[in-house]
Antibody, heavy 125, light 108 residues
């Protein structure tokens, strides 16, 4: 079965650091772009970061650029999100998701077809 | 950034009803529009991609339409398991996916 499972969430003080992991099973992460998406009550669903299948293309939302780092570990079939200088407004449930490309003639359409169950990050003193 | 706006924010309906949720993009996104369903404590699940294409395994009572800046998700006959929150998502300006704020579908 194709699955993703996040881990590493928890309670951290403002200014602190945390590293989230996303472990894949049933497929190889090196064949897909993987996204981190977070969700909280105030902002809804927000794209955070993404890493391409080759690792050559990495992108971040403006709200986390310079503080978060996404990486992949192909040997462990996983993706990680290192989060530094955490703020209260980073509190959210973090999901990792697989980026799927659906061909349609000469076009391609993209969506997130496999998601983990999420891990919760709480930034509070 | 492309902004996605859904309406209504919440909706009460009964089993068997036909319901429609709308999503507007701040600029044209062609048909690069996806719809997700999310139940409490669960991850989002894709229902529709490319504005109108049904994802494998999704019941045919779900349908999507639209292009450019205006899109709709319709559930033809609500079932008890359909009460959830629905999100639209644009995939036009990758990697920066943006989502609508969600529509919570509740039992009347």
């Amino acid at each position: 079965e194709v699955q993703l499972e996040e881990s590493g969430g928890g309670l951290v003080r403002p200014g602190g650091s945390l590293t989230l992991s996303c472990a894949a099973s049933g497929f190889t992460v090196s064949g897909y772009t993987i996204y981190w998406v977070r969700q909280d009550v105030g902002r809804g669903l927000e794209w955070v970061a993404s890493i391409s299948s080759s690792g050559a293309y990495i992108d971040y939302a403006d709200s986390v650029r310079g503080r978060f780092t996404i990486s992949r570990d192909n040997a462990r079939n996983s993706v990680h999100l290192q989060m530094n200088s955490l703020r209260a407004d980073d509190s959210a449930t973090f999901f990792c998701a697989r980026h799927f490309r659906a061909p349609s003639g000469s076009l391609h359409y993209y969506f997130m077809d496999v998601w983990g169950i999420g891990t919760t990050v709480t930034v509070s003193s | 950034d492309i902004q996605m706006t859904q309406s209504p924010s919440s909706l009460s309906a009964s089993v068997g009803d036909r319901v429609t949720i709308t999503c507007r993009a701040s600029q044209s996104i062609s048909t690069y529009l996806n719809w997700y369903q999310q139940k409490p404590g669960k991850a989002p699940k894709v229902l529709i991609y490319a504005a109108s294409r049904l994802q494998s395994g999704v019941p045919s009572r779900f349908s999507g339409s639209g292009s450019g800046t205006y899109f709709t998700l319709t559930i033809s006959s609500l079932q008890p398991e359909d009460f959830a929150t629905y999100y639209c998502q644009q995939s036009y300006s990758l990697p920066m996916y943006t989502f609508g704020q969600g529509t919570k579908l509740e039992i009347k």
